[in-house]
């Protein structure tokens, strides 16, 4: 499997970056001619990964949140969000529907929603260093070129 195409993206996690990382990601996916649920679930997983560093990994203080999609010739795409923010201290537990470490509400659903729309998701973590989220997605339909 080779990489055909390679976006990095890094930005502040500000909450109004939230909507400019899923519109940036789909843009950039744009070439693939995905349908528009294809896209529809990429951007809602790219939003909650996002959302996720913003609330969580950050949650006293702005840091840097980094984005790599990867496209390759079998029509996969691997997204990765990484943060270097306080990091997750029990992975499996943080992954289980309806749980939260937010003092707001919240539902505790980001990645099970994450899981639904996308093929694949890997979490790692490590505490004080950060949480890298890998997800991935084969695109059915796609007309474009891969030279």
């Known amino acids: 499997m080779n990489v055909t195409n390679e976006l990095n993206l890094n930005f502040i996690s500000k909450s109004t970056n939230e909507s400019f990382a899923r519109a940036a990601v789909s843009a950039f996916l744009l070439f693939l001619d995905p349908t528009i649920a294809e896209l529809a679930d990429i951007k ?59 003092k707001e509400e919240r539902a505790g659903l980001g990645f099970a929603v994450m899981q639904s729309f996308m093929d694949n998701v890997k979490v790692r973590s490590k505490e004080g260093s950060g949480t890298t989220v890998i997800m991935e997605k084969t695109i059915i339909r796609t007309n474009y070129d891969k030279r």
């Open 44 to 102: 809602t997983a790219v939003s909650e990964a996002v959302t996720n560093c913003i609330v969580h990994a950050y949650p006293n203080y702005i840091g840097t949140i980094y984005i790599n999609v990867k496209v390759t010739d079998q029509n996969k795409i691997i997204i990765k969000i990484r943060d270097k923010g306080i990091g997750i201290k029990d992975v499996k537990q943080a992954i289980k529907p309806l749980f939260t470490t937010s």
